[in-house]
């Protein structure tokens, strides 16, 4: 592609991606800080701070990345450990940075290597139905084609050097590269140069998905099962998960997820919900069994979130909804196929999701 270096055109595609950044970045594709969007040019790339929210960006929040330094990580040596290697990363991405607008989102360097003007990469349970599904491969390359369908990576750098390799691979064969790439049990990115061209291609995504799901009859409203909420409950699991449930919200039952699906799910609601009795011994188990409190408590026929702020045990229950959905949903693909344990604990030691959690609190 060609890129405009003119001001004007400049203002026009910061304008633009911040609209994008705005429709695509409501319940429907992400929850709380998750998923991200760029613009580039030839030098620059302009991408979401992490943990920052899609609805929240304007122009002036953008972090401005040399897109010249971005590539250069590519080429370093980096260690064979995760969190050495994650460390130099994070260290590498910070030189490239060059404004104050914040710490770039994780998945910048992928952004950098897409070579379309604009890229908004959710999370949208509809999608997710799809991408966290035993089928879902097979189904994707029947619905469409011509993407890019990228089993399970470690997001970061090690998603952002493979996929590097794909997308060469891919443009080789089509001469172009992909423009919807659909990441298993993680979400899906699109690329375009217009915003119209985004808009049409996830458009296309939704309505493909929403079919297979209208044939398989699976509804995607979550079923709840509505109850009063007890107060003598919420004032257990604050006696019982002291400091880790300082603010706890509740909706009525659903069927819950009981075990990892995608990173955002790890990260704001825990791979598994606590379903024990409300006892200290009992939350002391589940700490010693999984190195920290739930965010997502079961309890006399309701949903629990807790978390150490009010938008810490919303984000909770948000996300502990949208798992169901998206667990629901997969059963038109036969059913939920779950992250392994080695990906799980990956996501749960990562310093950036635990630096991405605290700014979205």
């Not at 929850?31 to 992490?50: A, D, Q």
């Not at 443009?171 to 990441?183: A, D, E, R, S, V």
């Not at 049409?200 to 079923?223: F, P």
């Amino acid at each position: 592609m060609s890129y405009n270096h003119g001001p004007n055109k400049l203002m026009d595609d910061l304008k633009t991606i911040v609209e994008l950044s705005h429709e695509f970045g409501t319940p429907d594709y992400v929850k709380g800080g998750g998923g991200n969007t760029s613009v580039k040019n030839e030098t620059t790339l302009w991408v979401k701070p992490s943990g920052t929210t899609l609805g929240g960006l304007t122009e002036e929040t953008f972090v401005t990345l040399n897109r010249k330094k971005v590539n250069e990580l590519f080429n370093v040596e980096t260690p064979t450990e995760s969190t050495a290697r994650e460390e130099l990363v994070k260290n590498f991405m910070a030189e490239a940075v060059e404004n104050k607008a914040g710490r770039p989102s994780v998945e910048a360097p992928l952004h950098n290597i897409i070579n379309t003007r604009f890229v908004v990469h959710t999370h949208p349970f509809l999608v997710n139905g799809l991408t966290c599904a035993k089928e879902g491969e097979t189904v994707a390359k029947n619905l469409f084609p011509d993407a890019l369908w990228v089993e399970y990576i470690d997001a970061g750098y090690t998603l952002s050097v493979e996929l590097k390799g794909r997308i060469e691979q891919y443009t080789q064969k089509h001469g172009n590269g992909p423009k919807i790439i659909l990441l298993k049990n993680h979400g899906i990115f699109v690329a375009a140069d217009t915003a119209d061209e985004i808009r049409s291609l996830y458009a296309g995504v939704m309505e493909a998905v929403k079919g297979e799901y209208k044939k398989a009859g699976i509804q995607a409203d979550l079923t709840v099962n509505e109850s009063e909420s007890d107060p003598k409950v919420k004032e257990q699991i604050q006696r019982v998960f002291g400091s880790d449930a300082q603010h706890v919200v509740s909706s009525g039952l659903f069927t819950y997820v009981p075990g990892p699906i995608t990173p955002d799910h790890l990260v704001y609601a825990r791979a598994f919900p606590f379903t024990d009795e409300l006892t200290n011994e009992a939350a002391e188990n589940y700490k010693s069994k999984h190195g920290f409190a739930p965010k997502v408590v079961i309890g006399a026929n309701r949903v629990y979130g807790i978390g150490t702020t009010p938008n810490n045990a919303e984000l909770a229950l948000e996300l502990a909804q949208d798992g169901a959905q998206v667990m629901q949903l997969s059963e038109a693909f036969g059913g939920i196929d779950y992250m392994t344990d080695r990906a799980r604990e990956f996501i749960e030691n990562w310093e950036v999701e635990s630096y991405r959690q605290a700014i979205a609190s």
